[in-house]
């Protein structure tokens, strides 16, 4: 099972966490803490795990952005891997090109996304059509409610007049 | 695509960005915050809009690691809205901002249930995904049947059935009750002949989970499995969403080999060959590719049907494909093959036959050892570690050894512990053993735990032959310029009990060892210093013939350390000192040691509760436990009948007979007349010569004084330092300042200085809760050199609980160190806990006495009165003892209102105007001890005319508070300045340091 997701960039500034496990504020803190001091020090050419707690971490870097998942030791190191890309590739749909600063502006849109691809810890969708389906019904959903809302303030405006 | 548009959003992460460090941040976060605050609090209607940003808001906050401790109602709220728009950001935020544990949560809970069980699907995937996220206990007891009831139902559209079942995993981890349902094992089943594969992958992982836990009842799904595996290998009707790279949903694959991996076996042959060729073509169909996606999914497919089949126990020639596969990954250059290559392998090891067919990488895994990659090198390690036996130790155990003076900081503890386990279970020969172990300590000293050196010693008491090897090779080692400290524990114990052996070897004469080992003496701990003492005995004692100038020696050792402040040192330095002068007559005691009774090695046992601790349910791991508690023992002794402890040498009496037999060769069975009731084992404090020596500490008295009849009283109560501490003339350090007024003024402040010398400073600073006390100490090193032999020793008064943390040996140079003192307040009294605390600095050492202000105000806490309730209250309680009097002449003369001020800062809480007299003080307070909580009143009569006498009065409905407090107010008025609290504490009834303290003055 996965355990948490973080995004951090190069600097080690945070960009989106998850967490499938209860950790409080404080260790949520301490994770991050001690795993960019591990992760974000580590060469280009070395594997993409890291064992760390009793865990095993697995990342991968997109440009100046860590993607890193925790899994339990005995699960399967590659299958999470792609997990990573699988998201990593739903979010570059989406955005069109994907780059840190649409993450960094769309922090919730990231969450919408990562609700569909993970859900209590396991993967929920591997079909990247499907997830894309479900966003743009999502996405259509609330500009139908903006919209009707808009109307409904311009009646009222219109009525009050 | 439609990124919706939240300018305030927006803005605020730009201001975030735009912040040039830390503290900016914090300041537009703490901003932020108290604008949200004051928005969720002020506005009734605040609009969807702002709602829905205020909380993205927060959630970002709180991403960046700040606390956020309001707006959770609001968020939660957000849930039960009508609209679409705020219920997703209500549901998202709220996954995101809490876990299982708050009580938010219960909240929602209808809510929640409410769109699950509704018609509106997407709403059923909010509240879902909500619950599968972080649905805790409550959720899983009264949801589960509700998600239950999605996944089976044929109308709903897979997106909710998917959700549902893994929803229902997440409640399963929670409860493992939610699926004791009749007929789920059937249920689940049905639901793998699924053909939606993103419901089929969602089940899958449930299933997993399902079988994990326990297997029995869902033998109905193994062929199921098979068949699904068949369809994805061959390729069978998948669409095209659900290939990775031209993969048939690799991750699918994975999951469906681990869920048959938790069945211990397949019986049915035709499942079983079924199998066996879907692993067959995994294993042969796999090249590696260039695309690295590609690659990582195939192999990720791959390394899951090598675990399936040695989970299956293959045929013997499969298994060797598999080696083989494994051993070709190892040599790769794509790291992550690499690392995965050496972990398969290590857990290849556990099937039996192939591990002489792994041998053969053994070159390449040593290789590995020097990988740039820590995780890999980790990988190694274990390989290494588990792939060893009596045939590769050597080898294994040398390059491990050659390894940890080059391996890094990270990784050289594990590598000390293994290379030690490793030495203790394969060692070819004994001589190798202690060899190795020395190297390490040599090398590694700072990971070689006391259980390490333990073993050698008792390795070679027990085998004669290894002694007097045992013993040159500890001199070799102290006769280098830098030793690590637990190389002087063990090589001076070494030489202490059998340097005699070598009296003949040029170099070796008693003497010479003697300045060998004396030399580190100065630079060693306490605990060290104490064995040297008695090593110097026994070398003493064995130089044939006797040598004078080594006695003169060693005697002035012995002298000048019969003062020294730790009691161990003195008491050994004492009697080892007496004992010598006894002559060759008691040449028996210091005889050497007896043999141990054979016992499990402290070190496997750690290593092997360790395993058991970290047990998993995988098939796999289980066969680990199994096959690791076959540790063996090399040493041929004979397995002594007694019992056995399983403890680091603890040299207490484990079998009297045994004792018996061997009379007089340890002071124990000299001096105490009771070596035939068998004694507790010695606690596992620092004491570890007490328990090699099997000198048991109490009671000194009786070793003394039929020892040394001579003078009895200067060695009554040794084993109470404390009590010795106290009799200290006055420290030569003079404090600056006065200990009287430092200590007033901490009666009734909870910070502030209570000692300072030249040399050190202690500070103090107090939290106060009811009954308990935590006083941190401070203990400040003013001075250039670090202070030494640092000693702190509480001394508490009967009605008092306190235990201090432990003190730190040494204080570095201009550095504080901080000692929490926890404290609980057992009763009303004014007798007083005094901390005894020495220092050395240079060689002069210093010894102070200090009364703590743990004084009874302080577990006072003013309380309001109401008139009505005090009057009914003072009525109640009539005369003594409840109720005490007493006029109070020779007052220090206080306005009135300074006189409340003094009480206030006593923690009694004056209620002005409740008494119509101005000229009186009335006030309450309530005391606190463990048992209870004591409402305490107060009433001051003072006479405007003669301030000099009041009348007192105190009243609660315990006579021994209300005694006491009366008695404590007294003392206050008596002298504001300086309070005269009791020093020695009341005689009577105590135990421990105090009575002992109170015995001596």
Known sequence: ?161 | MSLSGMRGLSVFISDIRNCQNKEQERLRVDKELANIRTSFKNEKGLSVYKKKKYVWKMLYIYMLGYDVDFGHMETVALISASKYAEKQVGYIVTSCLLNENHDFLRLAINTVRNDIIGRNETYQCLALTLVGNIGGKDFSESLAPDVQKLLLSSSCRPIVRKKAALCLLRLFRKNPDVVNVDGWSDRMSQLLDERELGVLTAVMSLLVALVANNPDGYWNCVPKCVRILERLTRSQDIPQEYTYYGIPSPWLQVKTMRALQYFPTIEDPNTRRALFEVLHRILMGTDVVKNVNKNNAAHAVLFEALSLVMHLDAEKEMMSQCVAILGKFIAVREPNIRYLGLENMTRMLLVTDVQESIKRYQAQIITSLKDPDISIRRRALDLLYGMCDVTNAKDIVEELLQYLTTADFGIREELALKAAILAEKFAPDLLWYVDVILQLIDKAGDFISDDIWYRVVQFVTNNDDLQAYGALKARDYLSKPAVHETMVKVGGYLLGEYSHLLARTPGCSSKEIFAIIHEKFPTVSISTKALLLSSYIKILMHSQPPDPELQEQIWRVFQRFEGNIDAEIQQRAVEYFALSRKGPAMIDIMAEMPKFPERQSALLKKTEDAEADAAELSATRLRVQQQTSNAMVVVSQPFSDGPIHVGPLTRSSSSPQEMNGDLALTVTTMGQGQQSTPQPLAPATGDLLGDLLAIEAPPPASVSSSLLSSEPSSLEGLGDSSALALLDNAPSVQPIGSIKDWFSALCVKDSGVLYEDPYIQIGLKAEWRAHQGRVTLFLGNKHVGALTSVRAIILPPAHLRMQLSTVPDTIPPRAQVQCPLEIINLQASRDLAVLDFSYSHGSAPVNINLRLPVVLNKFLQGTPLAPADFVSQWRALTGPPLKLQEVVRGVKPLPILEMSALFNSMHILVAPGLDPNVNNIVAGAIFASEARKTLCLIRVETDPSDRTQLRLTVASPDAVVSLELKEYIKEQLLDVSTPTPQFVPASTGLTGPAAALAGLL
């Open chain 1, 1 to 161: 099972m996965i355990h948490f997701v973080i995004l951090i960039s190069r600097q080690g500034k945070v960009r989106l966490t998850k967490w499938y496990s209860p950790y409080t504020q404080k260790e949520r803190q301490k994770v991050i803490r001690e795993l960019s001091g591990l992760i974000l020090t580590r060469g280009p050419k070395l594997c993409n795990f890291v064992e760390w707690r009793g865990l095993k971490v697995v990342y991968k870097r997109y440009a100046s952005l860590y993607f890193c998942m925790s899994i339990d030791p005995e699960d399967n190191e590659l299958e999470c891997l792609e997990i990573i890309h699988h998201f990593v590739e739903i979010l570059d749909r989406y955005f069109g090109n994907v780059c840190e600063l649409d993450l960094i502006f769309n922090f919730h849109k990231a969450y919408y996304i990562l609700d569909e691809v993970l859900l209590a810890g396991e993967l929920q969708e591997t079909s990247k059509k499907s997830v894309a389906r479900v966003i743009a019904a999502q996405d259509t959903m609330v500009e139908n409610a903006k919209e009707q809302a808009n109307s409904l303030t311009n009646i009222i405006a219109q009525a009050t007049k």
